[in-house]
């Protein structure tokens, strides 16, 4: 098994940039999901086939929110011309925060790094930040906050 830090550079790089794409909510996260990538997402059993599909249906959620990403631990395997990433990302964003465990087999297909698998689940509850809500109006709107947790995190990075 390899640590991060044995990484190829240029695989490292994209790791890091990719979860900066998505944490800005930038477009460009799409250019590291492979033509052929399988998600699966932390609200289906069933994968989201390939990068357009992805695209369409987590794209607009993607670009209209911002979020706080946090790489808490992570782990690296290569495995031929693969490697296969765990990692443990605390996703915060619209006074959400919540815990995902996802693996990631990143593949080098045309000179460049992308992600051909990930697998996204979803570790503890989310949790609201802020005040702990006092009223019934107060708890309505964090249930509302957390219901949209999938939303906020739904993408793979």
Request: proline share 3%.
């Amino acid at each position: 098994m390899a640590t991060t830090q044995k990484l190829d550079p240029e695989l490292k790089g994209a790791m890091r940039d990719s979860l900066k794409a998505y944490a800005s909510g930038s477009a460009g996260f799409f250019d590291y999901l492979h033509k052929d990538v399988r998600v699966f997402a932390l609200d289906s059993a069933e994968p989201i086939a390939g990068q357009k599909a992805f695209k369409s249906y987590y794209g607009p959620t993607l670009i209209k929110i911002k979020r706080k990403v946090k790489l808490v631990s992570e782990d690296a395997q290569v495995s031929g011309n693969q490697v296969i990433v765990s990692q443990l990302l605390q996703i915060s964003g619209k006074g959400v925060s919540t815990n995902v465990r996802q693996t990631v087999v990143w593949g080098k297909f045309d000179g460049k790094w992308q992600m051909a698998h990930i697998h996204n689940a979803r570790v503890g509850e989310p949790i609201g930040l802020g005040k702990t809500p006092t009223t019934a109006a107060g708890i309505r709107v964090l249930n509302e906050r957390i219901a949209t947790a999938a939303a906020v995190v739904g993408v793979a990075q």
